[in-house]
């Protein structure tokens, strides 16, 4: 563990080194005036774990009008995005992100969360304040460069074991924050710990107290937890706690009982399995919103499951459910429109290739499928795929084998004509001149018409397409 210990420590050295140019100066500018300057928190612990980022958090026994004069004419940027009233001074230099905080004991008034800032003395008071004691170790940035590890809280101990736990008793840290039970379910998904009993046994006991917290704080904190490395962990102990019961109720609802005369698939593994296999398609950055609609894919199911006679259980319409309450709690957590609707959309057409069967699609049906699913094709495909998860091999290969003849019919079809863009033969005007209308709703129905036929038939001469609004005009008359 030493040994460990020791490596970790000179590799965190080695990258807050790459950092002189920006951490030397600073702290020769804050020393000059006799203040202290420390970098703590989540640039520690990333520094510690090789994983720092451009953000860089420090605290400090200088006063927020105080920081602000010391950085101004240093910093390459200086600005309040509103956490002056806090203590907190933002900067920018050299490319890296600067909050510089005063030392705080706060006092919280635990109904609103709201704290009643009040500045410290001493940094040991700071970090005891803080979320989980991974997050309060300190460095401290010498006027000669020099780097100085301060861990009052034995917070290296508890990431060498890989456990989250408060620095006071968790009870205490949680009704100070409540926000802090979700975060602590985050950290196991961004960085594979495992929260300690003491800290798992007290959100058990306090789950309700989330609701303390605004949606746009607890939905930021769940794309945190899904967009991390094992969101599969950290989604299992919101569960297991009660906090999903609280913030995503439709999540651990999917665990439907199994009894020995109704078999079917346990859903609420299905689904993470389901979003393992989407993750493992990602490229590049995590793709919340195919994330999202892995995990959330077969939400419907509970409020659709029905015995059928001889054993069987059925889900008809599950995913017509399922975007429904998509949009409910998505718009409940306060998430923008169109990320919404891209969710609730992957969730509404997960099972459309399922009528693909051995490939009687005609090329209108795969037209329709490109079409519906427009930009959001790339992930529907990732999706589709991710939703096998039997265990029967010759099973799991046809489906494959299916989905591939699909995405190349549709690589066939791209090819003769522009399946991204599908569009009527003739356009608003050539509508009204053909058939002498104003612009209204009439217009309308005649395009909506046309591009029906196009994707019935496929795109037509300028001749047919005028012959065949022709006749539909005059069937409407």
């Given at each position: 563990m030493l040994d460990r210990r020791t490596r970790l420590l000179a590799a965190a050295a080695v990258t807050l080194g790459r950092l002189s140019e920006v951490l030397t100066p600073?702290?020769?500018?804050?020393?000059?005036?006799?203040?202290?300057?420390?970098?703590?928190?989540?640039?520690?612990?990333?520094?510690?774990?090789?994983?720092?980022?451009?953000?860089?958090?420090?605290?400090?026994d200088a006063r927020p009008e105080q920081v602000q004069q010391l950085l101004d004419g240093w910093a390459d940027q200086l600005w309040d995005t509103g956490g002056l009233a806090f203590g907190t001074v933002s900067a920018a230099k050299s490319g890296q992100q600067l909050e510089i905080t005063t030392f705080r004991s706060d006092a919280y008034d635990r109904v609103s969360r709201n704290p009643q800032v009040s500045f410290g003395d001493s940094l040991e008071d700071d970090l005891v304040r803080r979320d989980f004691t991974v997050n309060a170790m300190a460095v401290k940035i010498a006027a000669d460069g020099a780097l100085e590890f301060v861990d009052p809280l034995n917070g290296m101990e508890a990431l060498l074991a890989g456990v989250l736990d408060?620095?006071?008793?968790?009870?205490?840290?949680?009704?100070?924050?409540?926000?802090?039970?979700?975060?602590?379910?985050?950290?196991?998904?961004?960085?594979?710990?495992?929260?300690?009993?003491?800290?798992?046994?007290?959100?058990?006991?306090?789950?309700?107290?989330?609701?303390?917290?605004?949606p746009e704080r607890v939905r930021t904190e769940l794309d945190k937890l899904i967009g991390g490395a094992y969101p599969i962990d950290g989604i299992n102990m919101m569960c297991e706690t009660g906090l999903a019961q609280r913030?995503?109720?439709?999540?651990?609802?999917?665990?439907?009982?199994?009894?020995?005369?109704?078999?079917?698939?346990?859903?609420?593994?299905?689904?993470?399995?389901?979003?393992?296999?989407?993750?493992?398609q990602e490229e590049g950055d995590p793709d919340l919103v195919l994330r999202w609609a892995a995990l959330l894919h077969d939400i419907g199911k509970p409020d659709t499951k029905r015995n059928e006679p001889g054993g069987g259980v059925s889900f008809h319409h599950h995913e017509v459910v399922g975007a429904k309450m998509v949009r409910k709690r998505m718009r409940a957590l306060k998430y923008p429109k169109q990320f919404t609707e891209d969710v609730a959309r992957l969730v509404f057409l997960h099972l459309r290739f399922h009528g693909y069967g051995k490939g009687q699609w005609t090329d209108s049906a795969v037209r329709r499928y490109v079409t519906d699913g427009g930009d959001l094709l790339p992930r529907l495909h990732k999706l589709v795929r991710a939703d096998c998860t039997t265990r029967n091999k010759r099973r799991a290969a046809a489906l494959r084998a299916t989905y591939d003849d699909l995405e190349a019919r549709i690589?066939?079809?791209?090819?003769?004509?522009?399946?991204?863009?599908?569009?009527?033969?003739?356009?608003?005007?050539?509508?009204?001149?053909?058939?002498?209308?104003?612009?209204?709703?009439?217009v309308g129905r005649a395009w909506r018409h046309l591009k029906e036929l196009r994707l019935d038939r496929g795109p037509l001469t300028h001749d047919e397409a005028e012959e065949a609004l022709r006749q539909w005009w005059q069937s409407q008359q």
């Open positions: 600073l702290g020769e500018i804050f020393a000059a005036r006799g203040f202290h300057l420390y970098l703590v928190g989540g640039s520690v612990r990333d520094a510690v774990l090789g994983r720092l980022g451009t953000d860089l958090d420090f605290t400090t408060t620095p006071a008793a968790p009870e205490d840290s949680f009704n100070d924050d409540p926000l802090r039970m979700l975060r602590a379910a985050r950290f196991v998904s961004q960085l594979g710990f495992t929260a300690h009993p003491r800290v798992r046994d007290a959100i058990s006991e306090m789950s309700a107290e989330i609701e303390r917290i605004t913030v995503l109720p439709e999540v651990p609802e999917m665990k439907l009982e199994i009894d020995e005369h109704h078999q079917h698939k346990d859903v609420y593994w299905h689904s993470l399995t389901v979003l393992e296999q989407a993750i493992d690589a066939a079809l791209q090819e003769r004509e522009d399946l991204a863009r599908v569009r009527p033969d003739l356009d608003g005007n050539a509508i009204m001149e053909l058939l002498g209308l104003p612009p209204g709703p009439e």
